[in-house]
């Protein structure tokens, strides 16, 4: 995949997500994993909170852009509708961050995602 | 599924269990932990079966190979695709001082360097250079190819055998099975999300939880209890089972009155207005819709199904489901160790509201292995007190009741024949 420079961490209207950027913008699914996994329910919750109310907008936008050919601000917006699914487990399922009574670390790796960002 | 379908009665059948002529006698448990019968099953069902290792997809072109372990037997397997697109295995070992010829676990490759004394291989297994060949005494290039494993393959499936003369063809081998499913159009087969993970119980173990829906309810109610059980049939007991010879078929139950919970609201983004759906589904839905059309898939067409469970002796499930197929290996480490690895296929999704289902599929997958990890342990733990000689299976644990009967008939069969009869 190509990502063309952009001079903003994110599309316009989004600057609200800034700051979870450095922790939530991740490349592969199994960073998102270990992401939610090592995370308090505080960031995570926080994170969740702040990404709901915007990602079905999101989703449009990125969508006017070939999937393998994003900007770098589309590129980073995916990147983090991508980590909903994750933190909505923790939220939506859970009510903690990880899988009530079982070990961490667990031993499960994920060896290959499916793109982009897997 | 919908609110039309008919009414589901499975009291009108008999046990799937009798039906197929399967005993309905308790089963013993100590093929689960002891250390014999593991030497045992690692000599006469891996050493004697046909092994399914890859798909054909993982060697895309000519020059492509991959490396993969058969650990009960400490067998690293290199399997190649050469110029003629002919698709071979090998010991993935030196002929100069056996040592372990390519550490990478796949890639394209013409030639392979072994690189203790560089020694160097052709990817059809010749012997093509030996440095200061000149300082050997009489070594016979000719002969010192890479060991050939017996090879072949099914539907895109790739197989090995490790006896130096296969007992049966892999046709024998596969016996019934081999029409049953063939013709699959296997959507997403060159994209897989893979999982792996080192597991505390014997192999069986982990392959009859995941054969089985009657623990379904109990261990898995917030992951997918809602899509396997419901009023109507809440232990999730089985739409259907068969055996085909070693291997065997088992339809699962669906929720068709399954929707989607509102307050999972990540959930119904993806499926952008609640659209129905379920949670074990992830593919492109033309390429799904050809693929379930197979009479093999959902094979009593069934309003009420989920899942198909496909297993192939003695190791592999393959899953059908309404998204497409999935696949589990289960290999022995050690009487009550195991590795396991995950492979859930999908196409590469062509919108980011694709890929978001994609993200929500694999994060639960993740959560079910989880859930089933832990089980499996804990299973393992009460087993190896020998506290308990059986195990009292029911009509809908008939997955694990024709595997272990199996493995047993393997190992006390002195020949791959007789084990096949």
Same mark, same amino acid.
């Given at each position: 995949?190509?990502?063309?420079? *952009?001079?903003?961490?994110?599309?316009?209207?989004?600057?609200?997500?800034?700051?979870?950027?450095?922790?939530?913008?991740?490349?592969?699914?199994?960073?998102?994993?270990?992401?939610?996994? %090592?995370?308090?329910?505080?960031?995570?919750?926080?994170?969740?909170?702040?990404?709901?109310?915007?990602?079905?907008?999101?989703?449009?936008?990125? #969508?006017?852009?070939?999937?393998? #050919?994003?900007?770098?601000?589309?590129?980073?917006?995916?990147?983090?509708?991508?980590?909903?699914?994750?933190?909505?487990?923790?939220?939506?399922?859970?009510?903690?961050?990880?899988?009530?009574?079982?070990?961490?670390? =667990?031993?499960?790796?994920?060896?290959?995602?499916?793109?982009?960002?897997? | 599924?919908?609110?039309?379908?008919?009414?589901?009665?499975?009291?009108?059948?008999?046990?799937?269990?009798?039906?197929?002529?399967?005993?309905?006698?308790?089963?013993?448990?100590?093929?689960?932990?002891?250390?014999?019968?593991?030497?045992?099953?690692?000599?006469?069902?891996?050493?004697?079966?046909?092994?399914?290792?890859?798909?054909?997809?993982?060697? /895309?072109?000519?020059?492509?190979?991959?490396?993969?372990?058969?650990?009960?037997?400490?067998?690293?397997?290199?399997?190649?695709?050469?110029?003629?697109?002919?698709?071979?295995?090998?010991?993935?070992?030196?002929?100069?001082?056996?040592?372990?010829? %390519?550490?990478?676990?796949?890639?394209?490759?013409?030639?392979?360097?072994?690189?203790?004394?560089?020694? %160097? &291989?052709?990817?059809?297994?010749?012997?093509?250079?030996?440095?200061?060949?000149?300082?050997?005494? #009489?070594?016979?290039?000719?002969?010192?190819?890479?060991?050939?494993?017996?090879? $072949?393959?099914?539907?895109?499936?790739?197989?090995?055998?490790?006896?130096?003369? /296969?007992?049966?063809?892999?046709?024998?081998?596969?016996?019934?099975?081999? #029409?049953?499913?063939?013709?699959?159009? &296997?959507?997403?087969?060159?994209?897989?999300?893979?999982? %792996?993970?080192?597991? $505390?119980?014997?192999?069986?173990?982990?392959?009859?939880?995941?054969?089985?829906?009657?623990?379904?309810?109990?261990?898995?109610?917030?992951?997918?209890? *809602?899509?396997?059980?419901?009023?109507?049939?809440?232990?999730?007991?089985?739409?259907?089972?068969?055996?085909?010879?070693? =291997?065997?078929?088992?339809?699962?139950?669906?929720?068709?009155?399954?929707?989607?919970? /509102?307050?999972?609201?990540?959930?119904?983004?993806?499926?952008?207005?609640?659209?129905?759906?379920?949670?074990?589904?992830?593919?492109?839905?033309?390429?799904?819709?050809?693929?379930?059309?197979?009479?093999?898939?959902?094979?009593?067409?069934?309003?009420?199904?989920?899942?198909?469970?496909?297993?192939?002796?003695? =190791?592999?499930?393959?899953?059908?489901?309404?998204?497409?197929?999935?696949?589990?290996?289960?290999?022995?480490?050690?009487?009550?160790?195991?590795?396991?690895?995950?492979?859930?296929?999908?196409?590469?999704?062509?919108?980011?509201?694709?890929?978001?289902?994609?993200?929500?599929?694999?994060?639960?997958?993740?959560?079910?292995?989880?859930?089933?990890?832990?089980?499996?342990?804990?299973?393992?733990?009460?087993?190896?007190?020998?506290?308990?000689?059986?195990?009292?299976?029911?009509?809908?644990?008939?997955?694990?009741? =024709?595997?272990?009967?199996?493995?047993?008939?393997?190992?006390?069969?002195? *020949?791959?024949?007789?084990?096949?009869?």
């Amino acid at each position: 995949m190509t990502i063309k420079a *952009t001079t903003k961490l994110l599309p316009d209207g989004y600057e609200a997500l800034e700051p979870y950027v450095a922790k939530w913008a991740k490349d592969s699914s199994a960073e998102r994993m270990t992401e939610r996994a %090592t995370s308090s329910m505080e960031d995570i919750q926080a994170f969740y909170d702040a990404i709901l109310p915007l990602a079905d907008e999101a989703m449009n936008l990125i #969508d006017n852009y070939p999937i393998d #050919d994003m900007p770098e601000d589309i590129a980073c917006l995916c990147k983090l509708v991508l980590a909903l699914p994750q933190v909505a487990m923790a939220v939506e399922l859970h009510g903690q961050p990880r899988l009530p009574n079982t070990p961490y670390p =667990h031993g499960i790796e994920l060896l290959r995602g499916t793109p982009p960002f897997g | 599924m919908n609110a039309k379908s008919p009414p589901l009665d499975l009291n009108k059948r008999g046990t799937l269990t009798e039906d197929a002529g399967l005993s309905t006698a308790p089963i013993p448990l100590e093929p689960y932990r002891s250390a014999s019968f593991y030497e045992q099953e690692r000599d006469r069902v891996f050493k004697r079966a046909w092994l399914l290792m890859a798909r054909v997809e993982e060697l /895309p072109e000519a020059g492509s190979y991959v490396v993969k372990d058969v650990p009960p037997c400490k067998v690293s397997v290199l399997i190649t695709r050469n110029k003629n697109d002919k698709i071979q295995a090998f010991y993935n070992t030196c002929s100069h001082r056996g040592s372990k010829l %390519t550490s990478e676990n796949q890639g394209k490759k013409g030639r392979f360097v072994c690189p203790y004394h560089q020694w %160097t &291989y052709s990817n059809e297994g010749d012997l093509i250079g030996i440095p200061d060949q000149a300082n050997f005494f #009489d070594v016979d290039k000719k002969k010192c190819g890479l060991t050939p494993i017996a090879t $072949d393959t099914w539907e895109g499936w790739v197989f090995i055998n490790l006896q130096p003369e /296969p007992e049966v063809t892999l046709e024998r081998f596969l016996g019934p099975m081999k #029409d049953y499913m063939a013709n699959f159009k &296997y959507p997403g087969a060159s994209n897989p999300v893979v999982f %792996t993970a080192k597991l $505390d119980a014997n192999w069986k173990v982990v392959s009859d939880a995941f054969i089985e829906t009657y623990h379904i309810p109990c261990i898995h109610p917030q992951t997918i209890g *809602t899509t396997f059980s419901s009023k109507l049939n809440p232990h999730a007991r089985l739409l259907d089972a068969r055996t085909l010879g070693p =291997h065997q078929a088992v339809s699962m139950f669906g929720n068709a009155d399954y929707t989607l919970d /509102p307050k999972n609201k990540a959930e119904m983004l993806g499926h952008s207005g609640g659209e129905a759906g379920s949670v074990i589904a992830a593919a492109n839905k033309e390429k799904a819709a050809e693929f379930i059309a197979h009479p093999a898939v959902n094979p009593t067409s069934s309003n009420y199904w989920s899942m198909d469970v496909n297993l192939i002796f003695p =190791h592999i499930h393959i899953d059908c489901g309404p998204g497409g197929f999935w696949t589990h290996y289960f290999w022995p480490l050690s009487p009550n160790t195991s590795f396991y690895e995950g492979r859930f296929y999908m196409e590469p999704a062509e919108t980011i509201r694709g890929r978001f289902l994609q993200e929500m599929y694999i994060s639960r997958v993740a959560d079910v292995i989880l859930e089933d990890l832990v089980n499996v342990a804990r299973t393992q733990e009460g087993i190896d007190t020998g506290g308990k000689q059986f195990m009292q299976l029911q009509d809908s644990e008939f997955g694990i009741r =024709h595997s272990t009967t199996q493995i047993i008939k393997w190992v006390e069969s002195d *020949t791959v024949e007789e084990a096949l009869s």
